[in-house]
């Protein structure tokens, strides 16, 4: 497949997914509905950007569609112990746990920056959902009893 075909597509689906979250977004109550919806919108806008460029400047060439598939299955399968750690650990625990894990199983070896960063995506979580939209997110196992 072409990289010019494969960039619409992609472009494609990010915009459809993003619109279709914008729209389910519209329905929720209060205020709880405004940032899913602009989530919504922004990803259905750069992805638009994404099948637009490729239309306007794609290229004609082949291009594999996993260059590294070990990667590729390493990221799923991490993924997937982040969402099975989410009830257990919490949602704060295991993204945390994430934002460190699959740097560092791909290579990225600044630990420093690592921390600070999952440090600064946690307290950004903390204060859009928890202090702002005042939603709870899953908690650790342990809280709950």
Not at 51 to 75: D, F, H, V, Y
């Amino acid at each position: 497949m072409t990289e010019r075909r494969q960039d619409i597509i992609l472009g494609g689906v990010f915009a459809a997914t993003g619109l279709s979250a914008a729209y389910i977004a519209a329905g929720y109550r209060g205020a709880s509905g405004i940032y899913p919806m602009s989530l919504g919108y922004v990803i259905a806008i750069l992805g638009a950007i994404v099948a637009i460029k490729a239309m306007l400047k794609g290229s004609s060439e082949p291009r594999e569609i996993i260059r590294n598939a070990p990667q590729a299955l390493l990221t799923v399968g991490i993924g997937a112990i982040y969402l099975a750690l989410v009830p257990i650990l919490g949602f704060y625990i295991a993204s945390a746990l994430l934002v460190l894990a699959l740097p560092a199983a791909l290579g990225f070896r600044r630990l420093l920056f690592t921390f600070v960063t999952a440090a600064i995506f946690v307290g950004i979580v903390w204060v859009i959902f928890s202090v702002i939209l005042e939603k709870p997110l899953p908690m650790p196992v342990w809280i709950s009893y």
